[in-house]
């Protein structure tokens, strides 16, 4: 099973950014997939997921309406399309799936797989 997050780099305030999440060994249309960051010096957090069976899709607070996580199954592929980028958003950006039993909902129960990250700076 791998997962790989790419895309990622330089961009201005107010820019944007598409990351791909390329998966081989579990496919978006049965598990779930999700995004996570880590900024520097801070926590890791959520930053939002698709689920397999419906593809219904859910964000954190801070990007709900600049930040969109969409899938094309033929190609085992999650992107997350990330507006209106603020130097906030500055981080490495992960995706990570669950068991394929769990949907978006129930990612406390654990991530069972990780991908690298790829690095995404705002910054003017």
């Known amino acids: 099973v791998q997962l790989q997050a790419s895309g990622g780099g330089l961009v201005q305030p107010g820019g944007s950014l598409r990351l791909t999440c390329a998966t081989s060994?579990?496919?978006?249309?049965?598990?779930?997939i999700a995004w996570f960051r880590q900024a520097p010096g801070k926590e890791r957090e959520g930053v939002g997921c698709i689920n397999g069976r419906d593809g219904a899709t859910h964000y954190t607070t801070s990007v709900k309406g600049r930040f969109i996580i969409s899938r094309d199954n033929a190609k085992n592929t999650v992107y997350l399309q990330m507006n209106g980028l603020k130097p906030e958003d500055t981080a490495v950006y992960y995706c990570?799936?669950?068991?394929?039993?769990?949907?978006?909902?129930?990612?406390?129960?654990?991530?069972?797989?990780w991908g690298k990250g790829t690095l995404v700076t705002v910054s003017s």
């Open positions: 990570a799936a669950p068991d394929s039993k769990y949907g978006c909902l129930e990612l406390g129960r654990g991530l069972k797989y």
């Open positions: 060994g579990v496919t978006p249309d049965h598990y779930a």
